[in-house]
Each structure stands twice: as C-alpha cells, then as structure tokens.
C-alpha cells in the first residue's frame, strides 16, 4: 500500500492562505482517489475534499466549498489542498487518505478510505 505523509501546516491568519502537500510513496498514484479530512478539537473526522482517480472529479464539503480546492501532480506522486479565507472554524488537524478503488456515482466523499497520513495541525488565529 501507499506511504502517506501531509506537510505544510501552520499557523495562519484569520482570512489568508495555506496550501497543504501530501507525498504519497508506492504503488502508482494514479490509481487512486485521494481526500483530505480534518479533526478540531473533540470533534470526529470531517471529509473536506477529494479527487478522484482519472477524471479529475472533484467534491467538497459544504464548509468549504468556493474556499477549498483539491489538485493531484500524479507524476510526482502529490496531492495538494489550497485553502482560502480561511476561518477559525478551520482549525484542526489535517489528514490525506487514498484509497485504490473507483466511485461508482456519488461523491467520492462517500468512498471508505483505508490509507490514512498522520496529519499536519493547521491553526487560524484572529
């Protein structure tokens, strides 16, 4: 299976940007949908993001869509999430998954991971 690991948290302030990186090592990465999650907090897991494997389909929670966008470099095995305006709301700590199946109809929100990073904490400050 793949290697996860998310770089580029931080702190951040209230209205700016981030851009979080996620390497994946393995098999090849094209054969993957790929989401990023979130957890604040005390609070459970929340789906932000994902692409999916070849069409480049994309879908976003409602939090942070028109703020969030989600790309993939598969060549240099590389997800990405552009994050904007971003909010207190946003603070939590940042996941990358993948997983090697396809999205039959749906979001790929709905896609059961099984390959989890570690996370990298992200912090907007007012």
């Known amino acids: 299976q793949l290697q996860v690991v998310e770089s580029g948290g931080g702190l951040v302030q209230l209205g700016g940007s981030l851009t979080l990186s996620c390497r994946l090592s393995g098999p090849t990465l094209e054969g993957y949908t790929l989401g990023w999650f979130r957890q604040a907090p005390g609070k459970g897991r929340e789906g932000i993001s994902c692409i999916s494997r070849s069409d480049g389909i994309t879908d976003y929670a409602e939090s942070v869509k028109g703020r969030f966008t989600i790309s993939r470099e598969n060549a240099k095995n590389m997800v990405y999430l552009q994050m904007n305006t971003l909010k207190t709301e946003d603070t939590a700590v940042y996941f990358c998954?993948?997983?090697?199946?396809?999205?039959?109809?749906?979001?790929?929100?709905?896609?059961?991971?099984?390959?989890w990073g570690r996370g990298t904490q992200v912090t907007v400050s007012s």
């Open positions: 998954a993948a997983q090697p199946g396809v999205v039959v109809g749906g979001s790929c929100l709905d896609l059961q991971y099984n390959i």
